[in-house]
């Protein structure tokens, strides 16, 4: 199975888990996109990780707004460590749109100056995990990569030794370290 087929997917099973209307999306691969998908799992995966690190984003816009920019920083990495394999089959990400998309989806109902003020300071953050080589962020940068495609294994591949829904809580893992990260600076 191609990597992008695998995307496609798991944007599918995800979505089926979410709808509780009992709607059923399509189960045709060819109805899917995996640049869509991309966008659809990383906000998917950064969700479930602010879940299970117990954060509190409604609390934190009032008494830590910034850390919403971690949280889009997060998305975006996640979003890249996802679509980074699709070169291989000529597919070129959009990452400004991936930007908005997961910042829309993260936090829709934020007034657009301040949602703008998140994809900013996440981008920020972004190039400084992206850019440098101190050790901390190049170990993180390579347990999210790694975590990422455990994550499109698990969730495809009948075989795998884990299911996604032993690897989903092992994100919050990571945000927590990002979180402390950025709140010890």
């Known amino acids: 199975m191609k990597y992008s087929q695998r995307l496609k997917l798991l944007h599918g099973i995800c979505l089926a888990e979410v709808h509780a209307d009992g709607a059923k999306p399509s189960a045709d691969l060819a109805d899917y996109n995996a640049l869509d998908a991309s966008y659809y799992l990383a ?108 994550f499109l294994i698990a969730g495809t591949d009948d075989e795998s030794p884990h299911t996604k829904e032993e690897v989903l809580p092992l994100f919050g893992k990571l945000l927590s370290q990002l979180c402390e990260a950025f709140e010890a600076v």
């Open 43 to 150: 906000s998917y995966i950064t969700f479930n990780a602010i879940s299970a690190a117990e954060r509190n984003p409604k609390a934190e816009l009032s008494e830590d707004f910034d850390m919403l920019s971690v949280y889009q920083a997060y998305g975006l990495l996640t979003f890249t460590f996802l679509t980074t394999p699709l070169s291989a089959e000529g597919v070129k990400p959009d990452y400004h749109a991936a930007q908005v998309t997961i910042a829309k989806t993260l936090f829709s109902g934020i007034p657009d100056e301040q949602m703008m003020e998140i994809v900013n300071a996440g981008l920020n953050k972004v190039k400084l995990i992206s850019d440098t080589d101190v050790e901390h962020w190049r170990e993180f940068r390579e347990n999210l990569d790694k975590l990422t495609v455990s």
